[in-house]
């Protein structure tokens, strides 16, 4: 690790978080970080994870390798959050945390959350892996909870490539994270150049190229081939990889500190400056075109919760035919995102194997089979939005006017 660099990196994180840089912690994934947190706060086989069903496998998979039991619970189908009326029956004597997901950049209610933990003496560990630049109570996301941890891979709030981090403010927390931080293995030679081959790539992708270059990273990823956000092995078992006690590298923390933006004095007149807001502004900009197009169209868009300062990292919509919606829209050159396919985004097979029993989420698992999200990265400009909106208004049909009719004709 480079002291000079992962430092500035952290200040700069800790500036922006309005939090001290003792509280942060560096590693090669933001699973990683979760890892990390669950094995400092002494996780052990036999306790329970309350978490929604409707999150990523690699939110899943870092519980079981420290031998512990996913517990799921349905979403709010207006916030796609996991529903704080819902976590009461399924606490336990052996439940130890409940992982509290900012979907799509949206907080959950934390306040529920936070009042169901101190009733029953368990932990909050918030996922931010979507929410970076998102407020909660005008608090930054990830600075609430005892501990939480962020991602910075690709399509996050901002990218390091790979990379993701820890926060806590629990001083025992904290003395265990700086332990693993500094004891976990160091990014090899090849790791780091690969990493600069895959950030050189991406930086000169575009709209034009998007799917096939989808396609062929997820195929790379899937069989090994490169360092994708997803190795092939996380995704057939949850087994921990080789290597996976990994840190953080010089390589990822410039191009983070690149990321964030802030100039040395932190300030010009009184206001931050940070390149990270403009990236924020920018998504929220491109959805606030969105949600216009939405209603003009009878659809209603995505929900902002009075308490949450939505960061959108991804445009939520949801379709009837998700497959046909997907191939007119490659035949058009549209992008689209499929979060979540699946309670247990992309598992679609052998859900025993991550402790999911299909049918008992089903809220989450009828909005899985649903879903896709409108692009909002800062290479989606106006006009971009208005090919979109042709595209919407030419497949208005296949398009649910909102999670009602969704659910409509099930017993929820």
């Given at each position: 690790?480079?002291?000079?660099?992962?430092?500035?990196?952290?200040?700069?994180?800790?500036?922006?978080?309005?939090?001290?840089?003792?509280?942060?912690?560096?590693?090669?994934?933001?699973?990683?970080?979760?890892?990390?947190?669950?094995?400092?706060?002494?996780?052990?086989?036999?306790?329970?994870?309350?978490?929604?069903?409707?999150?990523?496998?690699?939110?899943?998979?870092?519980?079981?390798?420290?031998?512990?039991?996913?517990?799921?619970?349905?979403?709010?189908?207006?916030?796609?959050?996991?529903?704080?009326?819902?976590?009461?029956?399924?606490?336990?004597?052996?439940?130890?945390?409940?992982?509290?997901?900012?979907?799509?950049?949206?907080a959950p209610d934390l306040d529920r959350l936070l009042e169901v933990a101190h009733k029953y003496r368990v932990l909050i560990i918030e996922d931010c892996a979507h929410g970076f630049g998102g407020l909660y109570q005008r608090k930054p996301n990830g600075t609430i909870a005892d501990a939480s941890f962020f991602s910075s891979q690709w399509n996050k709030p901002f990218s390091t490539g790979l990379g993701g981090f820890a926060v806590t403010k629990d001083r025992r927390i904290e003395e265990k994270l700086q332990e693993m931080e500094e004891t976990f293995t160091r990014p090899s030679f090849k790791d780091t150049m690969a990493l600069k081959a895959?950030?050189?790539?991406?930086?000169?992708?575009?709209?034009?190229?998007?799917?096939?270059?989808?396609?062929?990273?997820?195929?790379?990823?899937?069989?090994?081939?490169?360092?994708?956000?997803?190795?092939?092995?996380?995704?057939?078992?949850?087994?921990?990889?080789?290597?996976?006690?990994?840190?953080?590298?010089?390589?990822?923390?410039?191009?983070?500190?690149?990321?964030?933006?802030?100039?040395?004095?932190?300030?010009?007149?009184?206001?931050?400056?940070?390149?990270?807001?403009?990236?924020?502004?920018?998504?929220?900009?491109?959805?606030?075109?969105?949600?216009?197009?939405?209603?003009?169209?009878?659809?209603?868009?995505?929900?902002?919760?009075?308490?949450?300062?939505?960061?959108?990292?991804?445009?939520?919509?949801?379709?009837?035919?998700?497959?046909?919606?997907?191939?007119?829209?490659?035949?058009?050159?549209?992008?689209?995102?499929?979060?979540?396919?699946?309670?247990?985004?992309?598992?679609?097979?052998?859900?025993?194997?991550?402790?999911?029993?299909?049918?008992?989420?089903?809220?989450?698992?009828?909005?899985?089979?649903?879903?896709?999200?409108?692009?909002?990265?800062?290479?989606?400009?106006?006009?971009?939005?208005?090919?979109?909106?042709?595209?919407?208004?030419?497949?208005?049909?296949?398009?649910?006017?909102?999670?009602?009719?969704?659910?409509?004709?099930?017993?929820?």
């Amino acid at each position: 690790m480079s002291v000079n660099a992962c430092q500035l990196y952290k200040e700069q994180l800790a500036h922006y978080l309005s939090i001290p840089p003792q509280s942060i912690f560096l590693f090669w994934k933001g699973r990683v970080a979760l890892y990390a947190i669950l094995k400092a706060i002494g996780i052990k086989e036999g306790d329970e994870i309350i978490l929604p069903a409707f999150t990523c496998v690699v939110a899943v998979n870092p519980i079981l390798y420290l031998g512990a039991h996913p517990v799921y619970v349905d979403i709010d189908p207006l916030t796609y959050n996991i529903d704080a009326s819902g976590i009461e029956k399924k606490i336990t004597q052996k439940t130890r945390v409940i992982l509290a997901q900012n979907t799509f950049g949206l907080a959950p209610d934390l306040d529920r959350l936070l009042e169901v933990a101190h009733k029953y003496r368990v932990l909050i560990i918030e996922d931010c892996a979507h929410g970076f630049g998102g407020l909660y109570q005008r608090k930054p996301n990830g600075t609430i909870a005892d501990a939480s941890f962020f991602s910075s891979q690709w399509n996050k709030p901002f990218s390091t490539g790979l990379g993701g981090f820890a926060v806590t403010k629990d001083r025992r927390i904290e003395e265990k994270l700086q332990e693993m931080e500094e004891t976990f293995t160091r990014p090899s030679f090849k790791d780091t150049m690969a990493l600069k081959a895959l950030l050189f790539l991406r930086e000169r992708l575009t709209s034009r190229l998007y799917w096939p270059a989808l396609k062929t990273y997820r195929w790379l990823s899937k069989n090994n081939l490169i360092l994708g956000s997803s190795q092939g092995a996380e995704l057939q078992r949850p087994d921990k990889p080789e290597g996976f006690e990994k840190g953080f590298s010089q390589t990822q923390a410039k191009k983070g500190i690149g990321e964030l933006g802030g100039d040395k004095e932190y300030a010009v007149k009184g206001k931050k400056n940070w390149k990270i807001d403009e990236v924020i502004e920018h998504r929220k900009k491109i959805a606030g075109l969105y949600k216009k197009a939405l209603l003009k169209l009878g659809i209603e868009p995505p929900y902002e919760a009075v308490y949450a300062d939505h960061a959108y990292l991804k445009f939520p919509l949801l379709v009837k035919e998700r497959a046909q919606f997907f191939q007119k829209a490659e035949k058009e050159k549209i992008e689209l995102g499929d979060w979540f396919l699946s309670p247990i985004h992309p598992i679609i097979k052998n859900f025993e194997l991550w402790h999911y029993r299909w049918g008992e989420n089903p809220i989450a698992e009828k909005i899985s089979q649903h879903i896709v999200n409108l692009p909002n990265h800062m290479k989606i400009d106006e006009k971009y939005v208005d090919k979109v909106t042709g595209f919407l208004e030419n497949n208005r049909g296949n398009i649910y006017t909102g999670y009602k009719e969704v659910l409509k004709g099930n017993n929820f």
